[in-house]
């Protein structure tokens, strides 16, 4: 008897009464994850239903249909040898894409996938918090922990083994199904009317989109790949008196409806309202990332043809340019130029040992430090210089902008967003907007002195905006489909200096609400540049030609054909 006694109490023993049939964990895996990490899910599900009378009924039968679809991820993933390694990166991809949903409402998709893979640390600590580490230790660290710690009971014989798995599989597609066809009408109207509920769900969606974006067409270029030529029949005007000098500054994050001079509240742009500043109210990005706008405005393919392999496997604006004998320099105070400027000068301005103007971070004023040597240096060459700003990167927009720059308070200093009020966020933000309208207006004092050397311009378009908190959803990143106008228009400012010969500026201005998008980039620089090509599509130019300049001539008369007159 104490023999018996002391080996029911062994450990060994007691692990052994705790063992698990791997369909058993899987099921217990499933439903933690379907209950506790999606939770934004739910929320968004509640919302769009609210004035159903059996709300509670039909949420609970999504939950088990959400149940059901993860046995299968799981049972279809998790096999062999396999279990316990995929059982736990699937909690650690749920408990990461847990925390970004709940916190800032997105759904981690294709496009946040590519923002992840490609970003670099120092936006990675802009979102690194305690609320980050906690969502991963409770809920993906410690169910881990467990998946590892039980033991797992596997059936003789490999056949037995997949009859059991076979019988798993089945017995979930059988209750989704049975769950499902009693409530037609309301599955019916989840998916037509609600569809983009089903981005919501983790970690299904986390997992799919990575496996998309993985086993997708490649976006690098190889190294000894060709590339397609765009623009090789570019010419250059024969008669120019003045060499042409643009900035052309990508912005970040910024929305169009948060500055002064498109006629926002808050007086956020007052050093832009004293120059002489065309601002386009009415422009649209070609996507909700930087890794999807930066390339796409820069590649002539437009956003309804825009393929990023494609883009990344041929030639783009710069390369035009530079075919055309203008001077091409990108300064980045940004992540990179996402292999916009691989085939041009290249500065980052990311470090105090090249920025001057650092103290947090890095400013963007500081790429204009030693410009002029750069641009005495070019010769007799056109020039242009792209300036990657950092902008109002968020979540942190309170490192965006130098102390002296905080106007509107209070603000909000973490980036947890959800601690903070709506009317922090605001402030916060509508700081760094001030910020960047004191950087434009830095840009446009750079230039003016070089009005008696140079066609003098400035260009500054943003990548995406931002949503601050609008029902719920923070930052940007959602498809573009579904996405708040707050993510899709952004602001586009121009300034021309007084040598610019050939531009009627009182029509620019005129047309300064009408349509425009990211689309119009790649023309209105050529088009600034007087160059002829075929590529070059007047219609999309945001410039406007004057008759008395012959220089200018051909684009005057390219854009009359293209609107039928005489």
């Known amino acids: 008897m104490p023999a018996l006694v002391e080996r029911l109490s062994s450990p060994a023993h007691s692990r052994a009464q705790l063992s698990l049939r791997s369909e058993t964990l899987i099921i217990i895996v499933a439903v933690f994850l379907a209950a506790f990490t999606n939770l934004a899910f739910f929320r968004n599900a509640h919302r769009a239903f609210r004035d159903d009378p059996q709300l509670w009924l039909h949420l609970a039968s999504v939950a088990a249909v959400l149940g059901c679809a993860l046995v299968l991820l799981l049972a279809i993933t998790a096999i062999g040898r396999a279990l316990r390694p995929v059982l736990t990166l699937l909690l650690l991809v749920a408990a990461v894409s847990a925390y970004f949903m709940d916190t800032y409402n997105?759904?981690?998709?294709?496009?946040?996938?590519?923002?992840?893979?490609?970003?670099?640390?120092?936006?990675?600590?802009?979102?690194?918090?305690?609320?980050?580490?906690?969502?991963?230790?409770?809920?993906?660290?410690?169910?881990?922990?467990?998946?590892?710690r039980t033991p797992v009971h596997c059936a003789p014989g490999w056949r037995h083994r997949l009859r059991r798995r076979m019988l798993?599989?089945?017995?979930?597609?059988?209750?989704?199904?049975?769950?499902?066809?009693?409530?037609?009408?309301?599955?019916?109207?989840?998916?037509?009317?609600?569809?983009?509920?089903?981005?919501?769900?983790?970690?299904?969606?986390?997992?799919?989109?990575?496996?998309?974006?993985?086993?997708?067409p490649r976006r690098a270029r190889a190294a000894d790949a060709p590339l397609i030529a765009v623009g090789r029949d570019v010419r250059a005007p024969a008669v120019d008196e003045r060499r042409e000098l643009l900035v052309l500054v990508v912005g970040e994050t910024a929305r169009a409806d948060r500055f002064g001079i498109n006629?926002?509240?808050?007086?956020?742009?007052?050093?832009?309202?004293?120059?002489?500043?065309?601002?386009?109210?009415?422009?649209?990005?070609?996507?909700?990332?930087?890794a999807v706008s930066v390339p796409c405005m820069f590649s002539?393919?437009?956003?309804?043809?825009?393929?990023?392999?494609?883009?990344?496997?041929?030639?783009?604006?710069?390369?035009?340019?530079?075919?055309?004998?203008?001077?091409?320099?990108?300064?980045?105070?940004?992540?990179?130029?996402?292999?916009?400027?691989?085939?041009?000068?290249?500065?980052?301005?990311?470090?105090?040992?090249?920025?001057?103007?650092?103290?947090?971070?890095?400013?963007?004023?500081?790429?204009?430090?030693?410009?002029?040597?750069?641009?005495?240096?070019?010769?007799?060459?056109?020039?242009?210089?792209?300036?990657?700003?950092?902008?109002?990167?968020?979540?942190?927009y309170y490192k965006r902008y130098p102390p002296a720059f905080e106007r509107f308070t209070p603000v909000c200093e973490t980036n947890q967003l959800d601690e903070c009020s709506n009317g922090q966020i605001g402030n916060t933000y509508d700081n760094t907007i001030a910020y960047t309208d004191h950087f434009l207006?830095?840009?446009?004092?750079?230039?003016?002195?070089?009005?008696?050397?140079?066609?003098?311009?400035?260009?500054?378009?943003?990548?995406h905006g931002e949503s601050l908190g609008e029902n719920g959803v923070y930052l940007h990143g959602l498809p573009f489909e579904f996405a708040p106008q707050a993510q899709t228009r952004v602001p586009a400012i121009l300034w021309l200096g007084p040598s610019v010969d050939g531009v009627d500026a009182a029509a620019v201005r005129a047309a300064r609400h009408e349509p425009y998008s990211h689309d119009s980039l790649f023309h209105t620089v050529l088009g600034f540049f007087e160059l002829d090509t075929s590529v070059y599509e007047p219609k999309l130019d945001m410039l406007r030609?004057?008759?008395?300049?012959?220089?200018?001539?051909?684009?005057?008369?390219?854009?009359?054909?293209?609107?039928?007159?005489?």
């Open 441 to 463: 207006a830095q840009v446009i004092d750079w230039l003016k002195p070089k009005s008696d050397r140079f066609e003098t311009a400035m260009l500054y378009l943003s990548d």
């Open 545 to 566: 030609y004057a008759d008395d300049e012959p220089t200018r001539a051909h684009l005057r008369e390219m854009r009359q054909a293209m609107a039928g007159a005489p």
């Open 168 to 216: 798993l599989i089945a017995a979930a597609l059988a209750t989704a199904v049975a769950v499902v066809l009693p409530l037609g009408d309301f599955y019916r109207s989840l998916v037509h009317e609600h569809g983009r509920l089903r981005f919501y769900t983790n970690p299904l969606t986390p997992v799919s989109s990575a496996l998309r974006y993985l086993s997708g």
């Open 300 to 396: 002539g393919l437009g956003q309804r043809n825009y393929d990023a392999e494609l883009a990344a496997n041929r030639e783009n604006l710069l390369d035009v340019l530079k075919h055309a004998g203008v001077a091409v320099l990108w300064r980045d105070n940004n992540s990179d130029s996402k292999g916009v400027a691989d085939r041009v000068e290249f500065q980052s301005f990311r470090e105090p040992d090249v920025n001057p103007v650092c103290d947090v971070e890095c400013r963007d004023e500081g790429m204009l430090h030693e410009l002029d040597q750069w641009v005495d240096a070019q010769g007799g060459q056109d020039v242009l210089i792209v300036l990657h700003s950092m902008g109002s990167h968020g979540p942190a």
């Open 106 to 148: 997105v759904f981690v998709g294709d496009g946040m996938i590519q923002n992840i893979l490609e970003t670099n640390y120092q936006e990675t600590l802009d979102v690194l918090t305690p609320r980050l580490f906690a969502y991963v230790t409770v809920l993906g660290l410690l169910p881990a922990w467990f998946v590892w």
């Open 263 to 290: 006629d926002y509240a808050r007086d956020t742009t007052p050093e832009l309202a004293r120059r002489d500043v065309v601002s386009f109210t009415n422009v649209h990005a070609c996507g909700t990332s930087t």
